[in-house]
Nanobody
């Protein structure tokens, strides 16, 4: 079992920045691929970006590419989502997700590929 706890959400003006954190506990974090997803009211959950277990491979949705950056610190069992140039359309509940991938180096993009999920943190971007 892996427990994930997101933090860092809040209210920010358009053009601003936020950094979300996702702290993991319970199992060896280093073998887990991590992902960030978001869900806006009335919309389906969507992929934001992901990072492989080693931290040297990332992939982002086109909507956030160039504005968001994912990183991880395996020593701290934490993955981060740095969000810059925020837009009102980025408003959503943001979730982190984890999946044990052993030594596989790829990034997981689909929600169904992840077994563990956090409770989410609200990000609201005002115009």
């Amino acid at each position: 079992q892996v427990q994930l706890v997101e933090s860092g959400g809040g209210l920010v003006q358009a053009g601003g920045s936020l950094r979300l954190s996702c702290a993991a506990s319970g199992r060896t974090f280093g073998s887990y691929a991590m992902g960030w997803f978001r869900q806006a009211p009335g919309k389906e959950r969507e992929f934001v970006g992901g990072i492989n277990w080693y931290g040297d491979n990332t992939y982002y949705a086109d909507s956030v590419k160039g504005r968001f950056t994912i990183s991880r610190d395996n020593a701290k069992n934490t993955v981060y989502l740095q969000m810059s140039s925020l837009k009102p359309e980025d408003t959503a509940v943001y979730y982190c997700a984890a999946q044990d991938v052993g030594q596989a180096m790829g990034v997981l993009e689909r929600a169904r590929e992840y077994e563990y999920w956090g409770q989410g943190t609200q990000v609201t971007v005002s115009s």
